[in-house]
């Protein structure tokens, strides 16, 4: 006879069966926990044991993340350190570089972390590749790649050499710290298109030595963070605790309360719909260009007839007047041409997720007194078999995610997007100004 409470979901951990939260975090174990997160089990196991604030950041933790393990340490309360990722043969390989170091240095601070020592260039990928933010270069000769950021690289002794070198500036303005080590004090010009554009993407602004003064200024008013707002999806059950007659009629009120929020969700990449991106988007972008220039074309105007520069200033005034029409074209276009890629999952690839449970009504071992005789009263006479929907929340959290994940690749779209519409008024300004490219 089956029972009617949804099974429970196990964990266990280096041959130990997690009972609380305070086990995992004793019992902790990087692989397990990656491929728990993974297949779903973590955070189905976190609610089941009402564990709601870690399984809800555990949900939300992208698999595909270079610090997934470090963020789901910070959902379950465990100390993370770099010593995590590490296999045993990269652990075998510290005391030999202990010893190494000691040859060279007396500094606590180096022989204390050996371990992101990189002794080569393979070694140095490594550590990237574990996302080490803190590198000791030692005894060769390294490439350290200006496009990824947030790195300190100290070198240790007198032996190391960068290859295809940057200026400090240059790593500077890319995010990167360079250390005891020397560097060319002159920009190679054959590297300075990427020097900047790894400046650019850390978020570096050299607008102003490119551009007028006039241009500069508005730049710095229309340069906004993405426009992200987290949407909402709520999960809306009639009635909980209701049973079916059959597996069929249980799949089917199952699959209604999940189509309503899968409608919802699908609306927000319909250009049609008023809970399009695309509208929420233009009207928040155009709105910043509009109150950026309110109050301002009357003196840009007064420029532009000084400088003989009236035609630019009337593409400005087109572009200004336009902007929430073409955005919205944009953004719409979108939509349309990459459907495909917006599309959710199908409503069935969730609707298979769902758990349902068959139960006998006429078993009361599982239930208080007071509680069977209200759920069974209408029942007293029917021995068959029922059925209830036991898990549809795993469901519903799957599919959120797959919104939330079209949504944010969508709002990145709209502010690269907006970016360029910028430059175009950026352009005009300059010409407003008479200024001409260097």
């Not at 490439?143 to 790195?151: A, G, N, R």
């Not at 079209?406 to 175009?424: G, I, S």
């Amino acid at each position: 006879m089956e029972n009617s409470k949804p099974k429970k979901a196990t964990l266990k951990m280096k041959n130990h069966t997690i009972n609380s939260l305070q086990e995992l975090r004793d019992n902790f174990d990087p692989k397990t926990i990656l491929k728990k997160h993974s297949n779903g089990k973590l955070a189905k196991w976190l609610n089941q044991n009402y564990y709601e604030n870690e399984a809800l950041a555990v949900i939300n933790i992208d698999p595909d993340s270079d610090t997934r393990l470090q963020d789901l340490c910070n959902a379950l309360g465990v100390e993370y350190s770099l010593l995590l990722y590490f296999s045993d043969e990269d652990k075998a390989l510290i005391p030999e570089k202990e010893k190494l170091l000691s040859t060279i240095t007396t500094d606590t601070e180096i022989l204390q972390h050996a371990h992101l020592v990189a002794t080569s260039q393979s070694e140095l990928a490594s550590l990237l590749d574990k996302n080490a933010n803190l590198i000791y270069l030692c005894n060769n000769t390294f490439s350290i790649p200006i496009s990824v950021p947030d790195k300190t690289y100290i070198g240790v002794g007198n032996d190391v050499v960068i290859e295809n070198p940057f200026t400090k500036t240059q790593y500077e303005h890319a995010g990167i710290i360079i250390k005891n080590i020397n560097l060319p004090e002159h920009e190679d010009p054959n590297a300075i298109k990427i020097a900047r554009s790894a400046a650019a993407d850390y978020g570096y602004d050299d607008f102003a030595d490119y551009h007028s003064s006039l241009a500069s200024k508005y730049h710095e008013a229309l340069k906004v963070k993405p426009l992200i707002v987290k949407k909402t999806l709520e999960l809306i059950i009639p009635d909980n605790d209701a049973y079916y007659d059959s597996y069929s009629s249980c799949e089917n009120a199952a699959e209604q309360i999940l189509k309503n929020v899968y409608k919802k969700a699908n609306s927000l990449f319909d250009p049609e719909s008023k809970n399009s991106l695309a509208r929420e988007c233009s009207k928040h972008y155009s709105n910043i260009i509009k109150s950026t220039f309110e109050d301002e074309l009357t003196s840009l105007r007064d420029t532009s007839i000084n400088n003989n520069t009236e035609e630019a200033y009337n593409k400005l005034c087109k572009l200004i007047n336009k902007s929430k029409s073409k955005l919205k074209k944009s953004y719409d276009c979108e939509l349309v041409e990459d459907a495909e890629f917006y599309e959710l999952y199908d409503l069935d690839y969730f609707v298979d997720q769902v758990d349902i449970d068959s139960i006998q009504l006429d078993d009361s071992s599982d239930y208080e007194l007071l509680d069977m005789v209200i759920k069974v009263i209408d029942y007293l006479c029917d021995t068959s078999t029922k059925y209830i929907i036991s898990d549809i929340h795993s469901s519903f959290n799957e599919l959120r995610s797959d919104m939330d994940d079209h949504v944010l690749t969508f709002y990145k779209y709209a502010h690269r997007e907006y970016n360029r519409y910028v430059q175009k008024i950026e352009k005009c300004l300059d010409e407003i100004a008479g200024y001409n490219d260097k």
